[in-house]
T-cell receptor, first 117, second 114 residues
Framework: NAGVTQTPKFQVLKTGQSMTLQCAQD?????MSWYRQDPGMGLRLIHY???????DQGEVPNGYNVSRSTTEDFPLRLLSAAPSQTSVYFC????????????????FGPGTRLTVL | DAKTTQPPSMDCAEGRAANLPCNHS???????VYWYRQIHSQGPQYIIH???NNETNEMASLIITEDRKSSTLILPHATLRDTAVYYC???????????????FGSGTQLTVLP
């Protein structure tokens, strides 16, 4: 298993540009989420999904959209990038029914480092 | 979720045991204690979890006090690669929806010294 993969690893945007951060997992996990981490701070939840076709907002959803058309993919869209969205973005997945992992163990991707100028 | 308190930083000599404390005095009876770590620039990594009893796996041991108000993560033989921020998180047993998010506080920066 590749686990949770994220692309791109690095991205620089200009203010006002839009882009999509990709996240995929091959563990058949129902639950996927997006966090952002600002320097010296903990992770904050942006959006999450409990299954294909179902998404909901987290703690800091403004400026971001998500969709979940398949179990495997959970892209995060920045509609109009702002310097305040400069951050490291992590995607995570977990399963309530995973045979090996504790149901609350979350698997994180390697992150996307985004800079908005 | 119960709030946790951790020291901001700790040092440990390579090869020695690293003992990372966590206070969670408001923990409820159905809440688990989880530990994650984040090595610089990487995504967080699950380490271990427990409810009441002490737990051990290939990475670490978790000691939970009898009153469950505090716990200690033990890395028995710390290596330089264990340098990371360690997060103690308290969670209900089977959360749903947004409650499934992990609330990361500031954690403890563990530095393993050569």
């Amino acid at each position: 298993n590749a686990g949770v993969t994220q692309t791109p690893k690095f991205q620089v945007l200009k203010t006002g540009q839009s882009m999509t951060l990709q996240c995929a997992q091959d563990m058949n996990h129902e639950y996927m989420s997006w966090y952002r981490q600002d320097p010296g701070m903990g992770l904050r939840l942006i959006h999450y999904s409990v299954g294909a076709g179902i998404t909901d907002q987290g703690e800091v959803p403004n400026g971001y959209n998500v969709s979940r058309s398949t179990t495997e993919d959970f892209p995060l869209r920045l509609l109009s990038a702002a310097p305040s969205q400069t951050s490291v973005y992590f995607c995570a997945s977990s399963s309530q029914t995973s045979g090996r992992a504790h149901p609350h163990e979350q698997f994180f991707g390697p992150g996307t480092r985004l800079t908005v100028l | 979720d119960a709030k946790t308190t951790q020291p901001p930083s700790m040092d440990c000599a390579e090869g020695r045991a690293a003992n990372l404390p966590c206070n969670h005095s408001t923990i409820s009876g159905n809440e688990y204690v989880y530990w994650y770590r984040q090595i610089h620039s990487q995504g967080p990594q699950y380490i271990i979890h427990g409810l009441k009893n002490n737990e051990t796996n290939e990475m670490a041991s978790l000691i939970i006090t009898e009153d469950r108000k505090s716990s200690t993560l033990i890395l028995p033989h710390a290596t330089l690669r264990d340098t990371a921020v360690y997060y103690c998180i308290v969670r209900v047993a089977r959360p749903s929806g947004s409650a499934r998010q992990l609330t990361f506080g500031s954690g403890t920066q563990l530095t393993v010294l050569p």
